[in-house]
């Protein structure tokens, strides 16, 4: 059963506001789910210090928050990538306001990407693992689109969240949606699937992680 992503509904007009501003999108996600989304923000800083030539894969991208690490000037590819067409229609709309020509938009499924191995120097996966019923098919094509020294840097919940936030995701679960991985999974399928120094964030529920291609 395909679930529809909220995100790509009226909800999702509300989030592109307050996501672009980190006090006002810290200050719902702790009165709703219990988290610190400053972890959120302060994993793109890398982005920003690319060099030229590199190649960037936002998967999933949604509505281009990571866009906000990105300079018009960066002399970089930069694919966002979404399954949901009105998720890039609204990365197309942020990226226009920014002046950022060098993006480039696709739709298609995180866990079956039409990429060549090894084309990324830098993998973007931000709030995305959470959101799929195999987020270990997810890593797993991270890692083969990774080339070896490239990275991967996101974000996701995890299980390890707040009563409140665990009784929501309960309700999701009853329509389908996915649930978060657990922590040790998820450094699991990480290394697994061929990366290594990987680092995964010690806060609860909602954590910053990623790992290096070195195969």
């Not at 920003?48 to 906000?68: H, I, K, Y």
């Not at 990774?146 to 409140?164: A, Q």
Request: charge should be positive.
């Amino acid at each position: 059963m395909e679930v529809a992503n909220a995100c790509a509904g009226p909800f999702g007009a509300i989030y592109d506001v307050y996501v672009e501003r980190p006090w006002m999108m810290n200050a719902i996600c702790r009165l709703i789910w219990g988290i610190d989304a400053s972890v959120l923000y302060s994993s793109m800083d890398p982005i920003g210090r690319l060099p030229a030539g590199s190649t960037v894969l936002d998967v999933p991208s949604g509505g281009g928050v990571a866009m906000r690490a990105l300079s018009p000037d960066q002399d970089i590819r930069y694919v966002a990538v979404d399954l949901s067409e009105k998720m890039l229609s609204r990365a197309r709309k942020r990226a226009s306001r920014r002046s950022l020509g060098q993006v480039e938009f696709l739709a298609a499924d995180m866990t079956s990407l039409p990429f060549q191995d090894g084309v990324a120097d830098l993998f973007l996966s931000f709030s995305g693992l959470h959101m799929v019923p195999n987020p270990d098919r997810a890593i797993a094509e991270i890692a083969r689109c990774l080339r070896p020294g490239g990275r991967v840097i996101g974000t996701t919940f995890l299980s390890d969240v707040s009563r409140r936030a665990r009784a929501l995701f309960a309700i999701g679960a009853r329509s389908g949606h996915a649930t978060p991985p657990d922590r040790s999974d998820l450094r699991r399928w990480l290394e697994s699937s061929g990366l290594g120094e990987v680092t995964i964030g010690a806060e609860r529920g909602f954590v910053a992680f990623g790992g290096t291609r070195i195969t």
